[in-house]
C-alpha cells in the first residue's frame, strides 16, 4: 500500500491536453506554441469566432475539446503548415472562411485529440475513443450544447499564443473524474511513426530464403519411381 495516494484529477487531464496541443501545434507550424499558466473555470463550453472545433470523445470518461481560433490565428497556423507540407504561398487560401483551411484545422484537430488519447492509455491505464472532429466558421457566438450526459461537469478554458502572438482558446468539459493510483506500474512506452515504418522497411528489404530440402527428399524421389510415379 502507497504511503501516499496519488491522484489525476481535472487539472491533470487539462494539462496533458494542453502540451498534446502545443506539441502537434509546435511541429505543423515549425513554431513555438505556449499557453497561460492561469487557467479559468467556466460553466459551459461555446464555439466562438472565428472558427471554433470541436471533439467528443469517450470510454473510460466522458468530455468534449473545443478550440476556438481567431482568423489571423487560423490563417498563422493553416499557412505555416501547408508551406512546411511543400505547398508554395501562391496557393494557399487567402480567407479563414475557406473550405480548406477548415479541413486544415480539423486535421489538427484530429491529430492533437489522438495524441491526448494516446496519453491516457499509456499513462492512466483507460481508454476513451474520440468522434470525428467539426469545425465551423462563424461570425456570431454559438451556445454549443454538449449531448455527453455528464452527470457532474467540470469545465476549463486555456489561453494559448502562436509563434506572432495571436491567439486562441482551448476548453475541456468533462466529467468529473479522479484516477487513483493502487500501485506502482511502469507506463507504456510511446511508439515513434518514423521507427516503426523503418522496422517494416527492413524487414522488406530482408531476402526470404528459400527452404531447404528435406534430407530424405532423394530416397523418396527413388521410392516413387520404383512404383511407376
Known sequence: MQAT??????????????NSVT?????????????SPMVQRIHKTCLKPDIGCFVLFD?????????????????????????????????LAQSFTSEEVGNVMGELMNQIVGDFTSKVGRELQTHITQNQPKMLALNKQVILSVDTH????????????????NI???ELAVDRTEFI????????????PDQIIAQAGNEQATPQHPLSAPADA????????????
Open 5 to 18: 495516494q496519488v491522484v489525476f484529477g481535472t487539472e491533470d487531464l487539462l494539462i496533458s491536453l494542453c
Open 23 to 35: 506539441k502537434v501545434l509546435t511541429k505543423a507550424s515549425q513554431s513555438e506554441i505556449r499557453y
Open 59 to 91: 470510454g473510460g470518461f466522458s468530455g468534449l475539446v473545443v478550440i476556438n481560433f481567431s482568423a489571423e490565428s487560423a490563417m498563422e497556423l493553416y499557412q505555416r503548415y501547408m508551406l512546411q507540407m511543400g505547398m508554395s504561398q501562391a496557393d
Open 150 to 165: 455528464l452527470d457532474h461537469p467540470e469545465a476549463r478554458r486555456v489561453t494559448f499564443y502562436t509563434g506572432r502572438n
Open 168 to 170: 486562441f482558446y482551448l
Open 181 to 192: 493510483k493502487l500501485h506502482e506500474f511502469e507506463p507504456c512506452e510511446e511508439a515513434d
Open 218 to 229: 532423394s530416397d523418396t524421389d527413388d521410392l516413387l519411381k520404383s512404383l511407376g510415379m
